[in-house]
Structures are given as C-alpha cells and as structure tokens.
C-alpha cells in the first residue's frame, strides 16, 4: 500500500477512488451475471413444470449445473459474420445491447446505503439508458443485412419507443408521489408497511408499468421482434456461438432491471410489509423474484399479440390511462385526502 | 480540475469528430448512427455543467426517440451511393450560401458571449439543476412555456391530419366489435334428420 501511495503521489486520493468504484462495480456486475444464468435456469424449470415436465435434470443435482454447461458450450461455438454483414457495426450490435442493461444498474439502490451512484436524477437516468438499449436490436438487425432480421428489427423499434411513453408517464405518477427523482427517497417514501407502498394508490399505473415493461424487454406475448414462428429469430438470427448469448444475457439483465425497479418504485424496495418485521435487502429479493415468476408465468400462459394489437394496446389503452390516472393523482393531492397519495 | 479537463477534452473531440463524419460519411445509416454519438458527446459535456436534467432528456428524446425514428427511415432507405451523390456540384453553390448564411448567424449571436465570458459560478454539492429547472419554468416563463407546448401539439394534429387518409382496402377490425360477439352471431344450428338407414343400401345397390 505504501508503495503504491508513494508511486501515484498526489493522485493517490482519485486512484483509490477508482479502484474502490471497480471493485463496487465487479460486485453488482457478478451477482447479476450469476443470476441472469440461474433466471434461464429457473425458467426453464418454471415452464416444464407448467407444461407437466421435468425441466433440465441431468447437467448437476436438479440441472442446477445447466447454466454453466450452457455457457460453455456457447463459448466454444463459431461465431459466423455473414458474408453481406456490415462488420463492424454487426459486432458492435450485441455490446449496445448487453452495456445499457448493465449500466443502469449504476444508480439502484439495494439497501439505504447499498447503492453504488446516489444521483438526484436517478429515474431519468434508468429512463434515458433503457432507451438507449433499442440501438443493439436495431443496429444487429439492419447489420445482419438478412430480411429476417431486419423485420425483427423494425418491429422491435415500433413497439420500444411506443411502449416507452406509457412506462415514462407512470414513473410521472411516481415521483409525483414522491416528490423525487432519486430511487433512494423514493422507497423512503413508501415507509410504514405495505398499505403505504405506492402501488395501492397508483395501482393503474403499477398495471400499466409492469405489462409495458414486459413490452420493453421484448418477452412473450410481446415477443414479435424474436417471433420464432413468424420471422426465425428476428434480429438475432444470424448471430451464433457468444454473440447471441450476449443479446441473451441482455435480454434477461433487462428483465432484472424492470422488476428491480418495479419493487422500488411500486412496492416499497427493501422494506419490510409490516412494521414488525425489520427491512432487509430480503425483501427486495424477494419481490423482485416475485416479478420475474411473474414474467416465467407470462410466457407459459399467454399466446403472442398480432402486430396491429400491441400498437392499439400501447397507444389507446396504456397512454389513456396513464394520462388520466396523473390528473387524477394531481387532483387529488389538493383536497384532503392528499396523504393517501404520499 | 485537472480530471474534469481531461473528460472535457476527451468529449470534445469525440463530439467534433462524429460531428464531421456525420456529413463526410457515404453510408446514411452510418451517419445517422454518427449523429447519435455526437448527442451522447454533447449530453456528457452537459453532465461536466452540472446541467444533469438537459443532458438526461437529450438521451432521452433525441437518442431514445428521435433517432430511433430516423434510423427507422434511414435503413429501409435504397442505398445507392452513385445516386446520393448526384448532383453534388450543382447543389454546390446553393448549400456554400446557406451555409456561410448560418455560420455567420451563429457567430453573431455567440460572438459577443465568447469575447467576454461569464464568471463560473461554483454550485453547491446539494444543487439540483431538476428542481431549478422545474421552478424557473413554471413561475417565470410559465406563458412562453405553455405556449411553446400549445405550438407543438398543434403541430402535432397537423401531422397526423395530413397523414391521414382513408384507404378502401383496410382490413382492420374494431377489437369492440370483436369482444361484443356472441355465439348467435357466428353459428347456426340446423335440425337435420337422421340418415342412418339409407346409407348402406346405397352402398349395396352400386354393388350390384
């Protein structure tokens, strides 16, 4: 330590800083990477036993060593550049994709003071980088130059950016009631038990958030970017071997994400649903566990929407909604029964 | 100071760089894509201002929804380089002039700004440029505020009418309809006799 002290000189200070704030980073990054493996794991598993099968049951006791098997095999498989592809541009597709997902994992917070960035903007911060994540698709589609892909692509980008403005004007409603745009306060925000949690009194737009957010990561019955039985793949059909794990892995970091901040804005983070019970990082597990069942549940149980009918959903139902809803909510902080909104 | 420096450097010259293939690059999609690291450049640059909320929403809008629509256009775009660049020398003169035109405008209003600059003002730790943001907006430049609002949902309307148009062969359905239907309206059932007996003496009768 002293040697390394003496080496930077007066930038020791910044040095140590970011060093402390790779290693902060390398530990969200690595359980998060460990449990988007075990989420393919865990749906798997989840639609088998739906379906009345058995799941992966050979790789480790219960197939619990399949993820690995998973990632092994598609480390060690070629990854083929299509002949017409625009190279550079088809490898940059998979990075946009996986690197918004991770980055906005920056500003959560998993405790009162596990948080790795505590910014004031925290919620535009997660807005803005969830919609820098279309750029992967649709740069990996139109780079394959397949028409496939570039169907998916399209679509992929419609429903995003529809879907975007439905999930922006329910976080409104949200730091409406919170009086902040930092994630932190807003979980302090709902303190008090579970009859405190915003999505009692901002339950249209908890509905609203959670079903558009399964829009956003393009999961079933939102699947018509990938839409096996319609385009292939969609916009990943010609990536093979790490490539598509990437966009795979992206996928499911960013369904972590949507339920992560589902379970801090909606349903009171890391605090515990009676008062008696101490708050604990817990409880934010297990929410967020919750969702994602909710998610594995979604795919089993509904088949997918046709084109026209995620447009409708998007634009008549959701915004409606949503916009009614924060009138509603903005009305009513100006009588007497502004503290239910609080 | 010295690392914020260093960024804003770093940030300045990748903007300038994108800034430049954005118009020297052949390919549409490639400046389109240009243009998007030249918005997130400038956010960052934004960021070192402590302006966090504006370079936010330049992620937000323009990189997360505008250019999104632009790429949209841009790749279903028949790339033909021999053809985008026809014409180049005649449109010459007439692009030269509009140009010269702007940069001469844009040194007249920032000219007089860059000869004497403003003192920086050191904020404090706990200034939330959100919150000024939001206070300046709605008490003193509330009017301006909503009138710009009101000019640009106009021009919304406008856009969508003269887009608008009815086509003969539209197949979509109206999902109202769709839930509201009922058995009666999709089946009917018809009493019929039974015609067990004659079957097999047809049968036999073709025999013979």
Redesign the interface.
């Known amino acids: 330590m002293q040697f390394f002290a003496e080496l930077f000189g007066s930038y020791w200070a ?1 040095v140590q800083l970011v060093v402390w704030t790779l290693i902060k980073i390398v530990a969200i990054v690595l359980p998060l990477m460990i449990g988007v493996a075990y989420l393919t794991l865990a749906e798997r598993k989840v639609i088998g036993f739906m379906q009345v099968r058995i799941g992966p049951n050979r790789v480790g006791y219960f197939g619990l060593l399949q993820p690995l098997a998973d990632g092994l095999k598609l480390l060690f498989k070629e990854i083929i550049l299509p002949t017409a592809s625009n190279k550079a ?1 088809f490898f940059i597709g998979p990075v946009l994709a996986i690197a918004p997902a991770f980055a906005a994992w920056a500003v959560i917070p998993f405790d009162a003071t596990l948080v790795l960035a505590n ?3 925290g919620l ?2 997660i ?2 980088m969830t ?2 994540a ?2 992967g698709v ?2 990996a589609g ?1 780079a394959s130059n397949s028409k496939y892909a ?1 169907l998916g ?2 679509r992929s ?2 429903q ?2 529809s879907y ?1 403005i439905a999930m922006g004007f329910t976080l409104v409603g949200v730091l409406m009631c919170a009086n902040s ?1 930092n994630l932190g306060t807003i979980v302090m925000g709902q303190e008090g038990g579970f009859w405190h949690w915003y999505f009692l009194p901002l339950f249209p737009l908890f509905v609203v958030y959670f079903i558009s957010a399964v829009a956003e990561t393009n999961r079933a019955p939102f699947d018509v970017a990938e839409g096996e039985s319609e385009i292939v793949a969609g916009f990943h059909v010609e990536y093979s071997g790490m490539a598509f794990a990437v966009f795979f892995l992206a996928e499911y970091a960013n369904m972590m994400l949507v339920s992560m901040l589902a379970a801090l804005m909606f349903l009171g983070g890391w605090l515990s649903p009676v008062p008696f019970l101490p708050d604990s990082i817990l409880w934010l597990l297990a929410k967020v566990a919750f969702l994602l069942f909710l998610f594995l549940w979604f795919r089993a149980t509904f088949p997918r929407y046709r084109y ?2 995620i447009m ?1 959903l998007g634009w008549k139902v959701f915004i409606p909604i949503t916009l009614v809803w924060i009138v509603v909510v903005g009305a009513m902080m100006q009588t007497q029964w502004a503290y239910l909104f609080h | 100071m010295l690392f914020t420096d260093i960024v804003f450097y770093v940030l300045s010259a990748i903007l300038l760089f994108s800034g430049i293939r954005v118009i020297t690059t052949r390919n549409p999609v490639h400046a389109a894509l240009f243009l998007v690291l030249a918005f997130f450049t400038a956010a960052g640059i934004w960021l070192l201002l402590e302006a966090e909320f504006l370079a936010i929403a330049l992620i937000l809008v323009y990189v997360g929804a505008v250019m999104v629509l632009f790429l949209f256009v841009v790749m279903m775009l028949d790339i033909n380089l021999d053809k985008l660049r026809e014409g180049f020398w005649e449109y010459l003169p007439m692009a030269g002039l509009i140009g010269v035109l702007m940069v001469v405008e844009m040194t007249m209003v920032l000219a007089e700004k860059n000869l004497h600059p403003s003192e920086a003002v050191e904020l404090p730790a706990n200034y939330s440029n959100t919150a000024a943001l939001g206070k300046v907006l709605y008490t003193d430049y509330l009017l301006p505020f909503e009138l710009a609002a009101v000019v640009l949902l106009v021009a919304m309307i406008a856009a969508i009418v003269l887009t608008l148009r009815e086509r003969k062969d539209n197949k979509s359905m109206n999902p109202a309809d769709q839930v509201k239907v009922k058995r009666s309206d999709r089946l009917r059932i018809v009493s019929m006799p039974a015609e067990v007996e004659e079957a097999p003496a047809a049968a036999a009768e073709e025999k013979k």
């Open positions: 910044d541009l910014v004031d903007a535009l911060y807005l803005a919609s820098v279309v750029y649709i740069i139109w570039f692509a399209l980008a419609a995003i950016v975007e745009l026209d009918q409708r």
